[in-house]
């Protein structure tokens, strides 16, 4: 049933929002260049990698020694505005017809990450990565890692149709008050390092 929910509302948001979404790639076209579109490989349902697609938001600005420079200096103006509205995730809409996503879940974040989850925090990939979910309804970037883990697993554990029309709901709220888009000090979130646990027995 929720696969069939995901897939028909995924078309349905396409049709809908697809003047948005051709404005938003005129847009990143007009400010960024091309390539339009952002790919970046994300750990899906058990952790199998997947292609995520979002439209781009940075620059590829690179120093002298061919490095890129660090995102807070590749991140336009442009592509702060994207992503203060969530513009630059709706190409994930496909991510979702491919099956790769669901509507609501924990979300996918990096592959090097896998390696540093413990037991319980591993948990958030027995389901399928959402394009929102409760930890971003209950704070997004503002909330800790632990915090963002305990309600991913928590989600995992009591997942339900209302549950996820609630999240949905809460969702648009949250776009458009831009609640929680990053975290002080940091220009989204600064990186997962492992949980403290994992810290303290890597010393053991």
């Known amino acids: 049933m ?45 952790g199998k990698p997947f292609w995520l697609y979002k439209f781009r938001t940075m620059t590829d600005g690179r120093d002298r020694f061919g490095e890129l420079l660090p995102d807070k200096l590749r991140l336009t103006p442009a592509g702060q505005f994207l992503r203060k509205y969530s513009l630059d995730e709706l190409p994930q809409l496909i991510n979702v017809l491919k099956g790769e996503l669901s509507l609501v879940g924990p979300r996918p974040l990096l592959m090097e990450y896998l390696p540093l989850y413990n037991e319980e925090q591993a948990k958030r990939h027995l389901v399928r990565p959402g394009i929102t979910g409760l930890a971003q309804i209950s704070g997004r970037n503002s909330l800790s890692w632990e915090e963002k883990f305990r309600l991913d697993v928590w989600y995992v554990d009591n997942r339900s149709f209302l549950l996820d029309v609630k999240i949905i709901g809460k969702t648009f709220y949250k776009v458009i008050q831009s609640e929680g888009i990053t975290q002080p000090g940091n220009l989204t979130v600064e990186p997962f390092k492992g949980s403290k646990s994992i810290a303290k027995e890597g010393h053991g």
Do not use: C, E, N, W
């Open 2 to 46: 929720k696969r069939l929910v995901d897939v028909s509302s995924a078309i349905v948001l396409l049709m809908l929002l697809s003047p948005i979404i051709l404005f938003t790639a005129m847009f990143v076209k007009a400010k960024l260049g091309s390539p339009v579109l952002f790919k970046q490989k994300r750990p899906g349902l058990y």
